[in-house]
């Protein structure tokens, strides 16, 4: 932004008389919010006239989870507020997908929810329904504005909470209350700096790390939130330890670095795994240690249950919530980081003797996996040769790792939720921090497409990626419309399975292959369709084809193009998400004993 448009965009100084209107849109200003996703709705016409000459951006979107998700990945690339608005009542219902990801993925998004009017609330007047109880397990802050005259006031503090608590912040206003005359001021952002963490805990920790002989650092969401990768960098050498990527944060680490080994969780890195087993010291530098994130996986049972772990976490009530703990510590990522380092560099370290066979087996094990991946290049299990015999189709595998290959740099990629997606997070790399969004640990479909969307908005001279499996396609295409009519140039790959896959597994591994609403027959050609929303698309049959259109389609981000690019892949499945939450079915009632596992 150039000075002439920043100086019109300082919010009015000083308290004076204003309408409620522009006291919530000179907030913004003073917020700096420049962008705002939502679909247009009686319940807030008269702030929204002033947008334009407030230098906001309004973006209007297919559907209100999209514009939740937009504002999410707009947030998450930023590190800024993302901010959506909708009409009172059904638009705001349609943001609860969108929130309760964003609250998981701790992303600082400002949902505001015009509600019904003051004056007919509980009457069960028109587009009414209570809006706090829906977001409040979702939310990590509430604002309702029971007074006009509050008006700037609760919306600065929903910015302010939204940062300074890592999540979604609601302010709830109702409608009527945009109207009328105030006096108030605008107040300024409040910059909450977070330290290092007690200077106890820290000793306690540099203690721990300096007489660790296999330390093992797993680097979370909170390294990428805390812009602490260079911190990180600085203390995984000094200790010349392995790192590893906490699940679906790859972009925690880069991958290029010696020391990386991959992320862990569910298709993760079979190198990651296997090191951290071998560690007496984890630091767990800003992540929450999700229950999901460290299942065995690929017949790894590799959390070290034995090793002391030191936890960082900006919100102190993460400290071993999940795991058993050594040492807490409440800071910031990098700041902690930092600490510690200052503290190990003037310390004998016990890892050093042995820092060059750690250091070895970092590279063998990476050598080890690459070469397995390599190999990979199918399913073996009998579903997935079944299915993939007599197939004119790509292997998942062999498509995914032609994507990886194809990558342009500094690519930001968002993935959906479904078995080729997770399958492709063993081949994810970054190389810088804010590159990877995935619906974590909410886990729904529909995510990565609109997510991109937004995180382009934000970030318009970086190629801009979403994987999505067609199932997930199917519910978040739409937004489409929003790439033509805003021109936010986006590619996203839809692998073209014909399948719920994710579930299909679960119905092969556990239900005898009697399969129940997951077989996605007669769908439209996702490339025809494409084209017909005004977008390129391209149908991608061969394997040879695959980096060159990932290429092609990037490129023509440039000149504000956005693609599809629908991938034929076989029905084969890779390992299943939820082997551990699910039993053989037990049958007592006659009539379904058929279905029974046989013993
Ligand atoms: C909103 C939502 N609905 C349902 C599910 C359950 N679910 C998880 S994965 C999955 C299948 C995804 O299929 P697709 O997008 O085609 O990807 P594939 O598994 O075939 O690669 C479903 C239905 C979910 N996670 N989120
Ligand atoms: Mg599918």
């Known amino acids: 932004m150039n000075t002439m448009t920043e100086a019109k965009r300082l919010a009015v100084v000083g308290r004076q008389k204003m309408t409620p209107s522009e006291a919530f849109v000179e907030t913004l200003v003073a917020q700096g919010v420049t962008n705002v996703f939502g679909i247009v709705g009686s319940a807030y016409m008269d702030p929204l006239d002033l947008f ?87 939310t990590k802050f509430q604002a309702h504005v029971n007074n006009r005259a509050r008006m700037a006031e609760l919306t600065s503090r929903a910015f302010d909470r939204a940062l300074l608590e890592l999540g979604p912040a609601q302010l709830n206003i109702p409608r009527d209350f945009f109207y009328g005359d105030i006096e108030c001021e605008i107040p300024q952002p409040i910059a909450i700096e977070r330290g290092a963490g007690g200077e106890r805990s820290l ?23 805390a812009d602490a990768q260079a911190a990180a960098i600085k203390l995984a050498e000094l200790l010349q330890a392995p790192v590893c990527n906490s ?19 569910y ?12 560690a007496d010291v984890v630091l767990a530098l800003g992540t929450r240690l999700g229950p999901f994130g460290t299942l065995a996986q690929h017949g790894l049972d590799y959390w070290p249950a034995q090793a002391k772990i030191v936890q960082v976490d900006a919100d102190a009530k993460m400290l071993g919530l999940v795991k ?82 194809a990558m342009p740099e500094g690519a930001m990629v968002s ?37 991109i969307v937004g995180a382009k908005v934000a970030a318009p ?26 021109n936010i140039p986006v590619t996203a790959v839809v692998f073209n399975n014909e399948q719920w896959g994710a579930e299909k597994k679960n119905h092969v591994d556990f239900y005898a292959r009697r399969f129940v609403g997951v077989n996605l027959d007669r769908q439209p050609s996702w490339a025809a369709v494409a084209k017909a ?28 193009k956005t693609t599809v690019l629908e991938m034929m892949v076989t029905r084969e499945l890779g390992d299943p998400f939820r082997r551990d939450a699910l039993a053989m079915p037990t049958r007592h009632l006659a009539k379904y004993k058929s279905t029974a596992a046989k013993s």
């Not at 920790?205 to 939130?225: N, Q, T, Y």
């Not at 298709?267 to 071998?278: D, P, R, T, Y």
Request: glycine fraction near 12%.
């Open 461 to 486: 001279d970086r190629p801009a990626i979403a994987y999505v499996g067609d199932g997930a396609w199917g519910m978040s295409f739409g937004e489409l419309q929003t790439c033509v009519r805003e």
């Open 415 to 451: 993935t959906d939720i479904g078995n080729i997606c997770s399958v492709s997070n063993s081949y994810l790399r970054f190389e810088r921090p804010r590159s990877m969004f995935a619906a974590m640990s909410f886990g729904n479909c529909g995510y990565a497409f609109p997510t």
């Open 267 to 278: 298709q993760g890195s079979k190198a990651a795994m296997k090191l951290i087993a071998k």
């Open 52 to 138: 334009p000459l407030a230098g906001i951006r309004f973006i209007s979107v297919a559907h209100e989870q999209g514009a939740g998700h937009m504002a999410d990945g707009y947030a998450r690339v930023s590190g800024r507020h993302g901010v959506c608005i909708a009409q009172n009542g059904p638009g705001i219902t349609n943001f609860v997908t969108a929130v309760a990801a964003a609250y998981w993925a701790h992303s600082p998004v400002v949902v505001v929810t015009p509600e019904t009017g003051s004056m007919t609330l509980g009457l069960g007047g028109f587009q009414e329904t209570e809006q706090l109880p829906i977001f409040s397990k979702i």
């Open 324 to 405: 058993p703990i050594s040492v807490g510590i409440c800071g910031d990522a990098g700041a902690s980081a930092e600490a510690l380092t200052a503290r190990l560099s003037r310390r004998q370290l016990a890892g050093k003797a042995n820092a060059g066979e750690r250091i070895a087996a970092i590279k063998q094990e990476k050598a080890a996996w690459e070469g397995e991946l390599d190999a990979w290049t199918q399913e073996k299990d009998a579903w997935s040769l079944e299915v993939a015999k007599g197939s004119s189709h790509m292997h998942p595998r062999q498509m995914l790792r032609e994507l990886e290959r």
């Open 203 to 225: 000793d306690q920790a540099a203690e721990l790390l300096a007489s660790a002989s296999f330390p093992v650092i797993l680097c979370g969401g909170g390294v990428i939130m």
């Open 247 to 265: 699940y679906l944060h790859n972009d925690s680490f880069p991958a290029r670095h010696p020391l990386w080994c991959g992320p862990l969780g």
């Open 533 to 560: 929303m005004g977008v390129e698309g391209q149908r991608i049959e061969k394997l040879s084809d695959v980096g060159p259109a990932l290429r092609t389609a990037a490129n023509a981000q440039r000149e504000g």
